[in-house]
């Protein structure tokens, strides 16, 4: 079984979603399933983590309806706001959707470096664990001291580090960035997705050879066994095709099951 470990699905508004600027025209319309498939398919994927793109209940709740009409969907990683104090009343109407898998916070836009260690969010992240729900983790790579030290909070928490960490791949900026993926990596319940990386990149000039000393990192970092294949898709195609992306870690990786799906299936608990 081949999983993409990161899809974004959305029915294309200007207003909800911001972040599509004038660059990234290629993305101005609406993604669904059936899109995805016949993109993943030739190369032999079977089904994806919807992962959330908006900060709203109401587009969680959408991803879960989807998933319940489309088998491709093999998992929701939604967005609840965790420092709100009904976040358990919250989480428990979620739950009641086998489809969630995990839950998202674009912690990335957040101007406080240390935003995760707020004492409101380390309480919402306790409650992730007694539903059994994995915290994907979106961060730029500045933000990887707190990373580190929020997840030294929760040993039994299982934890999905989003596109590598973004590293700064445009300057070409490998420390702290590499040291701090082999502290990451030093935890067990800590898994990694191979995604995102053309778009941290040069859009224009990237190739496949330009990634690989990133790709080396993190391998070494982890270990195969805690890493999954992500597309980040339909985000992906302003740098290029979803083969071309995908391509990227499937030459890197060989044949590796592991990476291709199966470390997917573990980390967010799949049938």
């Not at 979603?17 to 993943?40: H, N, T, V």
């Not at 070409?172 to 990149?201: I, Y």
Request: with cysteine; net charge negative; aromatic share 10%.
């Amino acid at each position: 079984m081949r999983l993409d470990a990161h899809v974004h699905l959305w029915r294309y508004d200007p207003d909800e979603y911001p972040w599509i600027g004038d660059r990234m025209s290629a993305i101005k319309r609406d993604f669904l399933p059936d899109d995805w498939r016949e993109a993943a398919e030739p190369l032999g994927f079977d089904g994806f983590i919807a992962v959330q793109a908006r900060q709203s209940l109401q587009e969680t709740q959408w991803l879960l309806e989807l998933a319940g009409e489309h088998d491709v969907i093999r998992g929701v990683v939604g967005w609840v706001d965790l420092r709100n104090p009904a976040v358990g009343e919250h989480l428990e109407i979620l739950c009641d959707h086998t489809n969630l898998v995990g839950i998202r916070h674009v912690v990335q836009d957040e101007p406080d470096n240390s935003f995760m260690l707020q004492d409101d969010f380390l309480r919402g992240i306790h409650k992730l664990h007694r539903c059994d729900l994995v915290y994907d983790i979106l961060i730029v790579a500045r933000q990887l001291p707190a990373t580190l030290e929020m997840i030294g909070h929760f040993p039994r928490q299982r934890f999905v580090l989003n596109h590598i960490g973004k590293p700064d791949m445009r300057a070409g900026e490998m420390e702290p960035w590499a040291t701090q993926m082999h502290e990451l990596g030093a935890h067990e319940n800590v898994w990694c997705k191979l995604s995102g990386m053309v778009t941290e990149g040069d859009w224009d000039t990237w190739t496949p050879e330009s990634l690989r000393p990133w790709l080396d990192v993190v391998f070494d970092a982890f270990g195969a066994e805690r890493l999954m294949i992500g597309s980040d898709w339909p985000v992906s195609l302003v740098a290029g095709s979803y083969a071309e992306t995908m391509g990227v870690v499937m030459d890197y990786a060989g044949d590796d099951a592991g990476v291709l799906g199966e470390n997917c299936a573990r980390a967010y608990g799949l049938g």
